[in-house]
């Protein structure tokens, strides 16, 4: 087991009892591209997580090592600088300790192994796990608070200093994640609530295509960011306090159908859409209604896939030959895109057969053996007691 593991690596080596920290990855329902338009969003904090052994070295450098991708170590001394490094995870640290010396936070030296199950690329937040975690180890350690939110917005901000201009889902799921529950998060005001989403006799179940991507590397994902922005500007040349495309409807869009490209066009229309998509499947969650929300699954995946353009063909692939099975209720691309896993929703006694089924029609279509991960929904960012 991976938390055992690390914490067994870290007392060998430092001969020292860690803290623990979990910190898991996300799932999202639905609600895709519509946190950093401020609309909303319906993620669930998973149980594959990021596993952080810690524990102070009175020395003024914070020495962190693991075994997630190949064994390295880093170590930035507390006078802010560090020694070189080549290490992608290294970037996030940097980025997250130098947001810290910034806002003055007492950072004091320790010592840290990390390691987890969260796939990489898989479009399951390996990246706001790890932020998340390290932020909230490095307060315990330090004895000092800093509230969930602001975790979240400096995990953010280390994302955006590393290219990626993303949103607050990834964050706010994997800090405010609970159990058994989806968080349904209004990413205008940041209030949420949570609701089940456990359907009678039905089985959410993640597919991995196994198609990787960075999206911090791509620029796909900041162009369709740029293209909200862009429309939002020309709304409100007509119209008063527009501040995102939270405040637009599909009339004010109509207006401005010929002030932009028909591409930004159409990603706008996808937003306000998919808003919609989410309000709904809060209606099929409480109303138990696996059907329909199976239909708002697949409408969601469409609409990426034609609209937001954000799928590849294995994706495609993949939601369309659980649609040709019966039990399959609906399924859809999960996360920024290009890449990563499908969620979907398949009655519980057809659940094998079907993923097995899905799994080999996927490596024989493109030779690319696919993996089924049953989901499973966990609490967020905690320090264990063991
Ligand atoms: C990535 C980003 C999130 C969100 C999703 C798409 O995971 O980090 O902020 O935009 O893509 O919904």
């Not at 802010?80 to 004091?108: R, V």
């Not at 960075?214 to 409100?236: F, H, I, M, P």
């Not at 659980?322 to 057809?350: D, E, P, W, Y």
Request: hydrophobic letters at 40%.
């Amino acid at each position: 087991m991976i938390k055992s593991e690390v914490k067994a690596f870290f007392i060998k080596k430092y001969k020292n009892k860690p803290i623990l920290v979990k910190a898991p990855g996300r799932v999202n329902l639905i609600g895709e591209h519509t946190d950093y338009n401020l609309g909303y969003v319906l993620p669930a904090s998973i149980e594959k997580g990021i596993y952080f052994a810690a524990q102070k070295n009175n020395t003024s450098s914070i020495k962190i090592e693991t075994f997630l991708t190949q064994p390295e170590q880093i170590i930035f001394a507390l006078d802010s600088s560090h020694q070189p490094f080549t290490s992608f995870w290294g970037t996030y640290f940097k980025a997250i300790l130098e947001i810290l010396f910034e806002k003055n936070y007492p950072l004091i030296g320790f010592d840290c192994v990390f390691g987890g199950d969260i796939p990489i690329g898989a479009g399951l937040s390996s990246s706001a796990a790890l932020c998340c975690g390290f932020i909230h180890a490095l307060a315990e350690l330090g004895d000092f608070e800093i509230a969930r939110k602001d975790i979240a917005l400096i995990a953010q901000r280390a994302e955006h200093k590393i290219g990626l201009n993303c949103g607050i889902m990834d964050q706010y799921a994997v800090l405010f994640g609970k159990k058994g529950n989806a968080l349904f998060l209004d990413c205008k005001d940041l209030s949420h609530e949570y609701v089940p989403i456990n359907f009678k006799g039905y089985s959410w179940v993640l597919i991995n295509s196994n198609i990787t991507h960075n999206l911090a590397l791509d620029t796909e994902y900041n162009k369709r960011r740029n293209s909200c922005e862009l429309v939002v500007g020309k709304v409100t040349k007509f119209k008063n306090n527009v501040h995102s495309l939270r405040d637009i409807s599909f009339e004010d869009l109509k207006k401005i159908k010929g002030l932009v490209s028909p591409t930004d066009y159409k990603r706008a229309g996808y937003i306000l859409a998919e808003n919609a998509r989410v309000i709904r499947m809060m209606d099929a969650l409480e109303k138990g209604d696996a059907k329909q929300s199976g239909a708002i699954l697949l409408e969601g995946h469409q609409a990426m896939s034609t609209e937001y353009e954000i799928t590849t063909n294995e994706l495609d692939l993949l939601v369309s030959t659980g649609q040709h099975l019966g039990g399959v209720m609906g399924s859809r691309m999960m996360g920024g895109g290009f890449g990563g896993c499908t969620i979907n929703l398949i009655k519980t006694a057809l659940m094998e057969t079907h993923s097995k089924a899905i799994l080999a029609t996927y490596k024989k279509e493109t030779g690319i053996d696919a993996e089924v991960y049953h989901l499973k929904i966990d609490d967020g960012v905690r320090t264990l007691a063991d």
